[in-house]
């Protein structure tokens, strides 16, 4: 305990100016609600330990330029547990970003629930989980920073019940505690690290670079704007395909720019959103996250050119969600060659994952462009497609289904493939006349042909 760090000491890594709220008072009863013999000279000895009265501190921060809410658990005060004054200022804090449109910051390090007030000091977590829905459902980001130790119900709620989860390396993370989780239990499914794998935490940031980072999140995620994204430039071939099967293999040409190069092209800078929030991640196939463009925000989820996993549409599903709820434009990037159809995928929900993409974007109220960057493979590319609002590449194409796959559900003889690609129509200027893409985009410096 000697070794971590204290409240105070957390928030100083993240900000130089910060106000303390009032706390609201409450009465309390000798030795707390349940009258716990010693609970008082318990509180006593840590408050003198610390120089804290209660387990979090609460207060209004300057992150390098964004303001917002900050509380910082006291793990030193009765190991950071949540009691009835902890809910008091944590629902105190809540109001206040609500009420001053801030966002909240969460720097946790809790072991959950205090024992000395039993069903009471459990029944925080409704009150902390009623606020912070209050607060997500008034537009307004929640980002968790997790230290050592964040468990229990401070893990449940906090930490896992943010928007955007950062974590400190070799921090134990998990719902159980050292001292009830089994004991036989692998104590490396309990880390921040394997949080992070699992989908259940977005990165690791060492203490040094928390200030950047948290400041670089918080000026993405509090800059709503009405504005579409443009759709990037092409960053290809500007000479368009004379054939459906032309077009095909230019999509699949190891040579032809990928996501993150349109990423890195469109974005002066960004940052990764990963995982699922359901125990899975796709970095191979779905990369996440807010980015800058032209001075202002834009959401991205992109395809890399693999077939997308169940756990890369629910995390393209998330951004999407987190995106429209504060405000923020989207811009997806299609290039797969379909969704993953084997049977781990199956069991992972492939159908569902893709049903919650296809859910996610037609619901969102924030307005989405996509930009078809390569292949466009069936229902698993068309989940992540902006209705009225998808652009073509000329080395890209969009099918019902790859060309093989087609003359083979045609029974077509394999000699037949390319003429088969032909008659789908799946050039970009095909789309274009279809009406399923608004246009062609051109090379830096030109401008998106539109279809007319």
């Not at 000279?41 to 303001?67: H, I, K, L, N, Q």
């Not at 944590?90 to 206040?96: I, M, Q, S, T, V």
């Not at 395809?303 to 629910?314: E, F």
């Not at 559900?409 to 394999?414: D, E, G, S, T, Y």
Request: net charge negative.
């Amino acid at each position: 305990m000697a070794d971590r760090p204290s409240a105070r000491e957390a928030v100083a890594l993240v900000t130089d100016d910060f106000t303390e709220l009032p706390y609201p008072g409450r009465r309390a009863a000798p030795d707390g609600p349940l009258g716990w013999s010693g609970y008082d000279a318990a509180r006593a000895r840590a408050a003198g330990r610390t120089g804290e009265d209660e387990s979090v501190v609460c207060g209004v921060a300057d992150v390098d330029g964004t303001r917002a809410v900050l509380v910082a658990f006291e793990f030193g005060f009765l190991g950071g547990s949540l009691g009835e004054g902890t809910g008091d200022r944590l629902e105190a804090a809540y109001a206040h970003a609500r009420a001053h449109r801030l966002p909240l910051v969460s720097l946790v390090a809790t072991g959950g629930s205090r024992m000395q007030e039993g069903m009471l000091a459990l029944t925080q977590l409704q009150r902390v989980a009623r606020a912070s829905a209050l607060t997500r459902e008034a537009g307004l980001p929640q980002i968790a920073v997790l230290r050592d130790p964040t468990t229990g119900g401070g893990w449940a709620t906090l930490g896992a019940g943010a928007d955007v989860v950062l974590a400190l390396p070799g921090a134990q993370v998990g719902f159980a505690g050292s001292r009830v989780r089994p004991a036989d239990a692998d104590p490396a499914a309990y880390t921040a690290e394997a949080q992070v794998a699992a989908g259940a935490a977005d990165a690791l940031v060492r203490p040094e670079e928390l200030r950047g980072t948290l400041a670089r999140w918080l000026r993405l995620l509090t800059r709503p704007s009405a504005d579409p994204a443009p759709p990037p430039y092409a960053l290809g071939s500007p000479d368009l395909p004379a054939t459906g099967w032309d077009a095909v293999r230019r999509a699949r040409s190891p040579r032809r720019p990928r996501a993150a190069a349109y990423l890195d092209a469109y974005f002066t800078s960004r940052v990764t959103l990963s995982g699922d929030r359901r125990g899975g991640t796709d970095p191979e196939g779905m990369l996440c996250g807010f980015g800058e463009h032209e001075g202002r925000t834009v959401a991205y989820a992109a395809q890399t050119g693999t077939a997308t996993r169940p756990a890369g549409y629910r995390t393209a599903a998330r951004l999407v969600g987190l995106a429209d709820r504060l405000g923020i434009p989207v811009l997806t990037l299609v290039d797969t060659p379909g969704a993953a159809n084997d049977a781990e995928a199956e069991r992972q929900g492939a159908g569902a994952a893709i049903a919650d993409l296809f859910g996610s974007v037609a619901a969102a109220r924030t307005p989405l462009t996509t930009l078809v960057i390569g292949e466009g493979g069936s229902g698993g590319a068309l989940a992540l497609a902006a209705p009225g609002n998808t652009w073509a590449t000329p080395d890209s194409y969009f099918s019902v289904i790859a060309p093989e796959l087609a003359a083979a559900i045609l029974k077509r003889p394999p000699d037949e493939v390319e003429a088969t690609a032909d008659a789908l129509r799946i050039r970009p200027q095909d789309l274009v006349e279809l009406g399923v893409v608004r246009g062609v985009v051109g090379p830096a410096g030109a401008q998106p042909t539109p279809s007319g």
